[in-house]
C-alpha cells in the first residue's frame, strides 16, 4: 500500500513570500489532516478534511493560511505571505474515518524555512 | 479545546531497562489515545493505540494503560534496545491534540 506522498520534501523563502505545499493521502481515506511541527514540539492540528469538506479548522491562522481540498483527494496548503515563524514542518496525515478513533499515517513532511 | 501534558520532556535509560512516559488529557470525552515514535527527520509513526473501553493493551515489549478517571495515560517499554531512542509523542482527543514529546535515550 502506497503511503502519503508530499511534496516538495523542502523549501527555503524569503519573509513575505508565498508558499504551497501539495499533499497526496492514501488511497480511499476519507479524511486529510495537515499538521505545523514546529522544532521540539508535537504536531499541531491546523486544518481537517472530510472528504473534502472542512471538519476543523479552528487553529488556521486564516489570514495567512489557506488549504483545500478538491474532489476529495489530493490537498493544498498556501501560506501568503509568510513570516519567520512559519518555519516548521508540515506533515499531511490521512485516515480511513473521523472520529478520532482512527489510525492516522503521516507523509514525510516539508520542511520550511522562513529566512 | 483539549489540553495534553506529557512528562518527562527528556528520559535516559540503560539498555534492558524499562522506560515510562506519563500523560494527562482534559476532555472527557476523549475516547482515543495514541503513542507516536518520531525518528529524527522522519515522519510520526504509531506504535500502540488504546481506545477509551479498554483499560490496558500489550504489544510485545510496549504496553500502554489508561486510567479514564484520573485522565492520564502512560506508554511503558520493557527491555528497552538502543533503536528504541527517538522522540516519542502521546496525542487525544476528537482530533489528536498532541503532548510535546519526550525524548527518550537508551545508553548501551
Known amino acids: 500500500e502506497a503511503g502519503v506522498a508530499q511534496s516538495p520534501r523542502y523549501k527555503i523563502i524569503e519573509k513575505r513570500q508565498s508558499v504551497a505545499f501539495w499533499c497526496n493521502p492514501i488511497s480511499g481515506h476519507a479524511t486529510l489532516y495537515w499538521y505545523q511541527q514546529i522544532l521540539g514540539q508535537g504536531p499541531k492540528l491546523l486544518i481537517q478534511?472530510?472528504?473534502?469538506?472542512?471538519?476543523?479548522d479552528s487553529q488556521l491562522p486564516k489570514d495567512r493560511f489557506s488549504a483545500e481540498r478538491l474532489k476529495g483527494v489530493d490537498s493544498t496548503l498556501k501560506i501568503q505571505p509568510a513570516k519567520l515563524e512559519d518555519s516548521a514542518v508540515y506533515l499531511c496525515a490521512s485516515s480511513l474515518g473521523t472520529g478520532g478513533v482512527y489510525e492516522q499515517y503521516f507523509g514525510p513532511g516539508t520542511r520550511l524555512t522562513v529566512t | 479545546g483539549e489540553n495534553v501534558e506529557q512528562h518527562p520532556s527528556t528520559l535516559s535509560v540503560q539498555e534492558g531497562d524499562s522506560a515510562v512516559i506519563k500523560c494527562t488529557y482534559s476532555d472527557s470525552a476523549s475516547n482515543y489515545f495514541p503513542w507516536y515514535k518520531q525518528e529524527l527527520g522522519k515522519r510520526p509513526q504509531l506504535i500502540i493505540d488504546?481506545?477509551?473501553?479498554?483499560g490496558e493493551k500489550k504489544d510485545q515489549r510496549i504496553a500502554v494503560t489508561l486510567n479514564k478517571t484520573a485522565k492520564h495515560f502512560s506508554l511503558h517499554i520493557t527491555e528497552t534496545q538502543p533503536e528504541d531512542s527517538a522522540v516519542y509523542f502521546c496525542a487525544s482527543g476528537y482530533a489528536l491534540n498532541f503532548g510535546k514529546g519526550t525524548s527518550l535515550l537508551v545508553t548501551p
Open positions: 478534511f472530510q472528504n473534502n469538506g472542512v471538519v476543523d
Open positions: 488504546i481506545r477509551s473501553n479498554v
